[in-house]
């Protein structure tokens, strides 16, 4: 089973500030990596897939980056909204198609 | 507008069993692989399973942790999923969310429901 390790777990930061967020895979996940926010009492929310492409609707401020085993999710400038915890997902070995344990993004 | 509701969550007794509903609407249910899953309280997300689509003969996959207790079934006329939860352990307490795979299966969850509480106690 590929592991996958996010850093940091909590992410301080102001807004109008960029927050950079990571995502490590215990073996080559190719470009088979998505990220997902998830807001207290909300459905996750699909950011990115395939690394770098945003799912519709999502802001450009999101971006992804990465292949292999390092990636990348920035939020360029955080709003208020943003505050949240973000997962990653690797699904090129599936199954199963196992997540990060999660980076919590709060107000500093 | 994709949604997916849960339903059928709630408090069980170990060694008991629980049925979750998922209603699918917005969307071709039945082109869908469909997919279970969960986030116990304090840990991350995992992914408990997953029913391919009629076209791939409704195969169904499940996490370790799970082979053999669960069983996800769909019904595409209802557009409905299902998860028969037996043999249940305090482990399996969570909240179960309901997700739909990308178009091309490739097995990222583009949509999720708001997730329903499973809570496994004496």
């Known amino acids: 089973e590929i592991v996958m390790t996010q850093s940091p777990a909590t992410l301080s930061v102001s807004p109008g500030e960029r927050a950079t967020l990571s995502c490590r895979a215990s073996q080559s996940v190719s470009s088979n990596l998505a990220w997902y926010q998830r807001k207290p009492g909300q459905a996750p929310r699909l950011l990115i897939y395939g690394a770098s492409t945003r799912a519709t609707g999502i802001p450009a401020r999101f971006s992804g980056s990465g292949s292999g085993t390092e990636f990348t999710l920035t939020i360029s400038s955080l709003q208020s909204e943003d505050f949240a915890v973000y997962y990653c997902q690797q699904y090129n070995k599936w199954p199963p198609g196992t997540f990060g344990q999660g980076t919590k993004v709060e107000i500093k | 507008e994709v949604q997916l509701v849960e339903s059928g969550g709630g408090l069980v007794q170990p060694g008991g069993s629980l049925r979750l509903s998922c209603a699918a609407s917005g969307f071709t249910f039945s082109h869908h692989y469909m997919d279970w899953v969960r986030q116990a309280p304090g840990k991350g997300l995992e992914w408990v399973g997953r029913t391919r689509n009629k076209a791939n003969s409704y195969t169904t996959e499940y996490a370790a942790s799970v082979k053999g207790r669960f069983t996800i079934s769909r019904d595409d006329s209802k557009n409905s999923l299902y998860l028969q939860m037996n043999s249940l352990k305090t482990e399996d307490t969570a909240v179960y969310y309901c997700?739909?795979?990308?178009?091309?299966?490739?097995?990222?969850?583009?949509?999720w429901g708001q997730g329903t509480l499973v809570t496994v106690s004496s």
């Open positions: 997700t739909r795979e990308d178009p091309y299966s490739s097995g990222y969850l583009d949509s």
